[in-house]
């Protein structure tokens, strides 16, 4: 899997070929190719279409990271300079639309119309959870939104992760959904436990500062139970008004009463 990304960029601008190494030699753990492994293997998939799709998942998850960095201006990841923090944003846009482009190649490698379409339904649901973010007014969401942004966000990239696994393996309709709840289930309890990090982990571990999404004016599930618990604490009375402009301090405070 990791030989045929890397060859994604044979034949295109040595700089592309150097910015793709780059991002595939950064880390990161694999956990949604490997779910894509995992489940096909299970179902008896066919390996070489299984080894396509998982290819073509990391690379889609992976161009998705590149336009994240630079809609947050992000300089690090993993410990690894972004591509932002090398190239110019127009570069960097233009890498990552190279990166969506080759893994909706790989995707297509499969053979398979209906994962085609999924895949194109999850890179929409992701654009949209993302652009939702950025326009919406700052302030306390309620659970459902934060469970609407965290699918978008995270899990239905699990979704179809699992469900194409599926789709390209021997079952029927009925194995297809089991694994389609399996992997939403399996990616909303991933980006809960991330939320959770972001307040009891540590830098080095998270590979940001505590209490980052918070800082940034993110409310997540930790920050959602400490409001419901404590509605009288006075450090919070900005966060219901929809105020994050407040002193460096008394955010603090809030990070380590949630921690």
């Known amino acids: ?35 894509v492994l995992l489940t096909g293997n299970m179902l008896g998939a066919d390996p070489d279409k299984l080894i396509t799709l998982a290819a073509a998942v990391e690379m889609l998850h992976t161009a998705t990271l590149v336009h994240d960095d630079l809609i947050d201006g992000a300089l690090l990841r993993r410990g690894n300079p972004t591509l932002n923090a090398r190239w110019s944003p127009a570069s960097t846009v233009l890498t990552g639309d190279f990166i969506f482009a080759r893994a909706a190649k790989l995707a297509a490698e499969t053979d398979c119309l209906p994962l085609m379409r999924l895949f194109a339904e999850t890179l929409a649901i992701i654009v949209n959870g993302e652009l939702t973010q950025l326009f919406s007014s700052r302030g306390i969401a309620n659970r459902e939104n934060y469970n609407q942004r965290i699918f978008a966000k995270t899990a239905s990239l699990f979704e179809m992760s699992a469900r194409g696994a599926a789709m390209i393996s021997p ?35 998270v590979g940001k500062p505590v209490g980052s999404d918070l800082l940034q004016g993110l409310i997540t599930l930790p920050t959602l139970h400490y409001i419901e618990d404590h509605p009288d604490d006075p450090n919070i009375r900005p966060l219901l008004e929809g105020n994050y402009s407040v002193g460096q301090k008394q955010m603090n405070r809030l990070v380590q009463s949630i921690r």
């Open 1 to 35: 899997m990791e030989e045929l990304m890397r060859a994604q960029a044979d034949g295109h601008h040595p700089e592309l070929r150097a910015a793709l190494h780059h991002l595939l030699g950064a880390g990161g753990k694999r956990i949604r190719p490997t779910l």
């Open 171 to 205: 079952v029927d309709e009925a194995v297809v959904e089991a694994m389609r709840n399996y992997g939403c289930q399996v990616g909303m309890a991933f980006q809960i436990v991330d939320d959770i990090l972001d307040f009891n982990g540590e830098q080095a571990e």
